[in-house]
T-cell receptor, first 113, second 114 residues
Framework: EPEVTQTPSHQVTQMGQEVILRCVPI?????FYWYRQILGQKVEFLVS????????KSEIFDDQFSVERPDGSNFTLKIRSTKLEDSAMYFC???????????FGSGTRLTVV | AQSVTQPDIHITVSEGASLELRCNYSYGATPYLFWYVQSPGQGLQLLLKYFSGDTLVQGIKGFEAEFKRSQSSFNLRKPSVHWSDAAEYFCAVGAKAAGNKLTFGGGTRVLVKP
């Protein structure tokens, strides 16, 4: 069964450093997403991406965040200057048309120290 | 704006007993509804989804859910739980539009007693 692959599974970074989280969506999917889950809290939408541009973003997704699909297969989330409160599990997801076949990756646990 | 409420933060159930997890949503049009399960340290696995048609939806691992428009609910059920069902369960709602986001409830943590 096709999977969404995220790397690394766990990343520790120092406050103020840039971090890039990587995702390989399912190959025939057209829509890509990032969500995050702060420990003990609900899963929150960050951003959706379609046709090489952001289609929707949440209030959380401020200027410190950016997304990119650099080579037609990877989908990345960059945090320019990490803060302690960015510590969370980050989930990548992809889907076909709309919410059909919405598949999540297993997540990257980001710890900012 | 869409929202999801899962009223029960924790539920403890005995192995072999039935389980029902509640989910209420708020959405202005016909929603797409989902249940996901998350085992400790793991990602989100889709249990089942409702788009349209039969309001009783069958999913994986013996789970089912019933969409009740009049009550804005999408409760998840399992007739007989197994110890491996101990996990956190999330209800989510999405708009019936391409590329839309999912809004998740706060989750219900299920503990299974031997």
């Amino acid at each position: 069964e096709p999977e969404v692959t995220q790397t690394p599974s766990h990343q520790v970074t120092q406050m103020g450093q840039e971090v890039i989280l990587r995702c390989v969506p399912i190959s025939n999917h057209l829509y890509f997403y990032w969500y995050r889950q702060i420990l003990g809290q609900k899963v929150e939408f960050l951003v959706s991406f379609y046709n090489n541009e952001i289609s929707e973003k949440s209030e959380i997704f401020d200027d410190q965040f950016s997304v990119e699909r650099p080579d037609g297969s990877n989908f990345t989330l960059k945090i320019r200057s990490t803060k302690l409160e960015d510590s969370a599990m980050y989930f990548c997801a992809s889907s076909e048309a709309g919410t059909y076949g919405y598949t999540f990756g297993s997540g990257t646990r980001l710890t900012v120290v | 704006a869409q929202s999801v409420t899962q009223p029960d933060i924790h539920i403890t159930v005995s192995e072999g007993a039935s389980l029902e997890l509640r989910c209420n949503y708020s959405y202005g049009a016909t929603p797409y509804l989902f249940w996901y399960v998350q085992s400790p340290g793991q990602g989100l696995q889709l249990l089942l989804k409702y788009f349209s048609g039969d309001t009783l939806v069958q999913g994986i691992k013996g789970f089912e859910a019933e969409f009740k428009r009049s009550q804005s609910s999408f409760n998840l059920r399992k007739p007989s739980v197994h110890w491996s069902d101990a996990a956190e369960y999330f209800c989510a709602v999405g708009a019936k539009a391409a590329g839309n986001k999912l809004t998740f409830g706060g989750g219900t943590r299920v503990l299974v007693k031997p």
